[in-house]
T-cell receptor, first 110, second 113 residues
């Protein structure tokens, strides 16, 4: 049973399009982190959201934490080929222990 | 600026063999973690440590052992390798405080045949 469900698992779109990735759970987390992973490398933290309803922007990436702190979304505006990668959400549950979603593999075609 | 380093990068094991995956961090972090990443399954926590001499189980500890004799090193031991342990293993470290970033190593790809 996956505690954090990400959707879609795979997404392939054209450069310039917008997209949204979702991370859903029935559990409440103290914080929600988004990571990006390149092939052959470890995940790298993009952002941490803490407060219910919080919205954070990182250039063309917008992250939102649900009001109940059970879900989150990542929206990319005008996607570029450099955005290609595996995007992982992770919920924090004490002692900095993270529970990861299964990931969304994003491909941006030129 | 090494961060978290892992060795080896890739290893093939036969069923029943044993090996140790090495992990070293140079950021003086108290917290260290071992995860495994299977295709399409995200990362699962195997073991973690909150400081030298202190370790605890994560979600999937069976078949693995760890030790933490120094702040810098957190080796992961596989005693009797099984095909189910074929995976990519990531070590991470962090300060342990709420919201703090975890820094991941580049991973060790393990194939058990």
């Amino acid at each position: 049973t996956q505690l954090l469900e990400q959707s879609p698992q795979f997404l392939s779109i054209q450069e310039g399009e917008n997209l949204t990735v979702y991370c859903n759970s029935s559990s409440v987390f103290s914080s929600l982190q988004w990571y990006r992973q390149e092939p052959g490398e470890g995940p790298v933290l993009l952002v941490t959201v803490v407060t219910g309803g919080e919205v954070k922007k990182l250039k063309r990436l917008t992250f939102q934490f649900g009001d109940a702190r059970k879900d989150s979304s990542l929206h990319i505006t005008a996607a570029q080929p450099g955005d290609t990668g595996l995007y992982l959400c992770a919920g924090e549950r004490g002692a900095q222990k993270l529970v990861f979603g299964q990931g969304t593999r994003l491909t941006i075609n030129p | 600026n090494a961060g978290v380093t892992q060795t080896p990068k890739f290893r093939i094991l036969k069923i029943g063999q044993s090996m140790t995956l090495q992990c070293t961090q140079d950021m003086n972090h108290n917290y260290m973690y071992w995860y495994r990443q299977d295709p399409g399954m995200g990362l699962k926590l195997i073991y973690y440590s909150v400081g030298a001499g202190i370790t605890d189980k994560g979600e999937v500890p069976n078949g693995y052992n760890v030790s933490r004799s120094t702040t810098e090193d957190f080796p992961l031991r596989l005693e009797l390798a099984a095909p189910s342990q074929t995976s990519v293993y990531f070590c991470a470290s962090g300060g342990g405080r709420f919201q703090e970033t975890q820094y991941f190593g580049p991973g060790t790809r393990l194939l058990v045949l």
